[in-house]
């Protein structure tokens, strides 16, 4: 790799611009692929706790109210985590955040789609679209960091 005359220095220099590209190369992660709208560290990591619910986006409905409760969590990793009224089944889930459509997978098949309608500071409101092969569904939920 290196000649005879210049060893020490030579190799140094190449051995070190070697590791700086290595180092490049693995530090590109998942982030570079974040095509979602929306800051992913605003999204991630955190409990989403519904504070209200409405069937059709227009007439509201306190959780508090209803006696129901529900959360949703997208980690870091791809994964995705609910709890309460609208909860996953308790399989491991994933996710994909795109424009303003976050989709939920079970294995590759996907189970239910939360698109963005509004993101006003700690208050995101989503629409929640499930579907299956014998049935569509949507509601529309506000939730609170």
Partial sequence: ?????????????????????????????????????????????V?????????????????????????????????????GMFSASSSEHTYKASGDKIIVYMGDYPVRTYTVQSWVGNILELKMSVESPNDYAEAFIRFEK
């Fill in 1 to 45: 790799m290196c000649r005879q005359d210049k060893t020490a220095n030579c190799c140094m220099k190449k051995w070190l611009l070697l590791f700086v590209m290595t180092t490049v190369l693995i530090s590109c992660t998942k982030d570079d692929e974040w095509t979602f709208n929306y800051p992913k560290e605003e999204l991630c990591n």
């Fill in 47 to 83: 409990w989403w706790d519904a504070v209200e619910y409405s069937p059709n986006g227009t007439a509201w409905i306190s959780m508090y109210d209803m006696g129901e409760s529900h959360s949703i969590r997208f980690w870091n990793n791809g994964s995705f985590s609910s709890t």
